[in-house]
């Protein structure tokens, strides 16, 4: 049984605009922000939906003002489909299976940072997702392999679509920086 989750702060250092600071459990880490291109940057540019293919299903990732979105298509009926979402917004992460069903409120303090949880949930669990928003026949037709080999591109991308006025804090997920708060 795990115990009482680990409070989290963030504070962000004023000092320094290319940077944020996390106070996990006492212990201070500075994180830079990084632009699309891997470089440290205060102001990272804003980006198109990137969209992935791979294992039989396509990938779109894009961001609205209230945070990132990776939304799981599949083919039905010839068709491309959304059959999955996760929306990892700053101030309630959430996600939806079906794609079309109620939002499912994402709990932090149990799951920790919500990218990491989706992207596992993808890489390790998807027959079971597929099952549970009604596309069990769309197991036989994808690459479970070939999903879990590139679920890391998932990672880059949902990394990469973040503009400026936001911030990835490892174990905690999307933030907002100084100029958004």
Request: hydrophobic share 40%.
């Amino acid at each position: 049984m795990r115990g009482a989750p680990e409070k989290r702060s963030i504070i962000l250092d004023l000092r320094s605009s290319a940077f944020v600071e996390c106070t996990t459990g006492g212990t201070i880490r500075r994180y830079p922000v990084v632009n699309q291109e891997g470089s440290h940057s205060a102001k990272p540019e804003r980006s198109a939906p990137t969209l992935l293919e791979f294992g039989g299903l396509r990938f779109e990732v894009s961001f609205r003002e209230v945070g990132a979105t990776l939304r799981v298509e599949g083919k039905v009926n010839d068709q491309w489909t959304e059959i999955l979402r996760f929306d990892d917004f700053v101030d309630a992460p959430h996600f939806h299976a079906p794609a079309s069903g109620d939002s499912i409120p994402f709990d932090r303090a149990t799951y920790g940072d919500p990218l990491t949880w989706y992207v596992s949930q993808i890489r390790d669990h998807l027959p079971e997702w597929l099952e549970k928003a009604g596309f069990a026949f769309l197991v036989a037709k994808v690459d479970l392999e070939e999903v879990s080999r590139n679920a890391e591109r998932l990672t880059l991308a949902m990394h990469a679509c973040v503009p400026e006025g936001f911030v990835r804090i490892p174990g905690v997920g999307l933030q907002r920086t100084a100029a958004r708060v």
